[in-house]
Structures are given as structure tokens and as C-alpha cells.
């Protein structure tokens, strides 16, 4: 049987039968090259690991219209496996019993593990206390309402033009209105009254 011997009707089907095939084909083809890593990734155990790496991620923790912390990452990721959301040039605030900001901070890098409810921020860490009381540490660990934040590492507290510490740690109180210092440390006061 030759094609020219063939009506052009059944010359139409056979076209068609023929780019469907190959349409298929492609398709089948496609969806072998797109999936040819899932087998693979079940097989390490992955099945259930979610990773997402995000421009612009929010956190925050509110529970009973009360907000406790918010923290801004202006690039970072999320791992299922661990559920911990690391964050690149981090600001953030933490909020007292009234929803008002009771502490300010920021810093090049942070995290926030979703198990152990507990924020870490390390790498030019600077932080402000709503009584004027700045900070500056190599790394801070927020782990809950009730527990206080820790600062360590080459610790520098000031106070207005009134108070300048140094030390190894700082503790500062759940409240937010006090704070200890550890280790070896430096401590100057300084007297900002005019005298008359």
C-alpha cells in the first residue's frame, strides 16, 4: 500500500494517529527526565524532607492575641528534617505582657528551631532594651518567655552616656528590665549631671 494510493480521509487519520504517538512519546520521554531523581531520594529516606529557600521570611509567635516575638530575615531557608528556619540579616523585636516592644535587635545571621522553640542570633548581633540599654555580642539565645536571653561573647553593654560594661555573658532578665553580668568583665559609670 502506497501513500499516494491512499484517500486523503485515511492519509488525515493516519497523520493524526501518528502525532499523537509522538506527542505521547514526548510526554513520556519528558516525565522520565523531570522525576528520574525521586527514586533515588526515596530510596536515602527523603520521602518526607521539605526545604524551601525564601526572599523576605517572617516568624513570629502569637498565641491569645498576644504576640511574643516577630523576626524579619530578609533571605533564609527551612528544613523539615530538623524544623529549624535559618535567616540572613535578621531584624526582630520581642513584646512584653501589654503587645509593646520590650526589645529590639538585629543581626547577620539567625535561626529559629521550631522544636526547641528557641531563637539563636550570632554575627554582629546589636540589641536594644527598652530602658536605652544597647548590646552588642557575638551571640544571643532566646529560649522562652520564662527563661532568660544570654548573651555571649566579646559582650559590650551601654547605657545612654550613663553605663559602659564588657563582659563574657549577660543574662538579661525574662522581663526585660534587668540584666547579670558573668565572667570576667569591665564595668565604668559615669555621672552625666551638670553640676551648678
Not at 525521586?38 to 517572617?58: K, M
Not at 547605657?159 to 543574662?171: G, M, P, Q
Request: charged residues 25%; neutral net charge; aromatic residues 10%.
Amino acid at each position: 500500500m502506497k501513500w499516494k494510493n491512499l484517500s486523503k480521509k485515511k492519509q488525515a487519520y493516519i497523520a493524526a494517529a501518528l502525532a499523537l504517538v509522538g506527542v505521547l512519546a514526548w510526554a513520556f520521554i519528558s516525565a522520565g527526565v523531570i522525576t528520574h531523581n525521586f527514586n533515588r531520594s526515596q530510596l536515602t529516606g527523603a520521602e518526607d524532607r521539605q526545604e524551601a529557600q525564601i526572599n523576605g521570611i517572617i516568624l513570629t509567635e502569637t498565641k491569645n492575641d498576644h504576640k511574643y516575638w516577630e523576626i524579619y530575615g530578609e533571605s533564609g531557608s527551612y528544613d523539615s528534617d530538623n524544623g529549624v528556619a535559618l535567616l540572613n540579616n535578621c531584624i526582630g523585636n520581642f513584646f512584653d505582657e501589654n503587645n509593646e516592644v520590650s526589645m529590639s535587635f538585629e543581626s547577620s545571621k539567625g535561626s529559629y528551631s521550631a522544636e526547641r522553640k528557641q531563637i539563636i542570633l550570632y554575627q554582629d548581633t546589636h540589641i536594644v532594651i527598652k530602658d536605652g540599654t544597647s548590646l552588642e555580642a557575638d551571640r544571643v539565645v532566646w529560649s522562652g518567655n520564662d527563661k532568660p536571653v544570654t548573651a555571649t561573647g566579646h559582650v559590650r553593654i551601654t547605657r545612654n552616656d550613663e553605663f559602659l560594661a564588657t563582659a563574657e555573658t549577660v543574662e538579661i532578665s525574662p522581663d526585660f528590665n534587668r540584666f547579670k553580668i558573668k565572667g570576667k568583665t569591665v564595668s565604668k559609670m559615669y555621672d552625666t549631671k551638670e553640676k551648678k
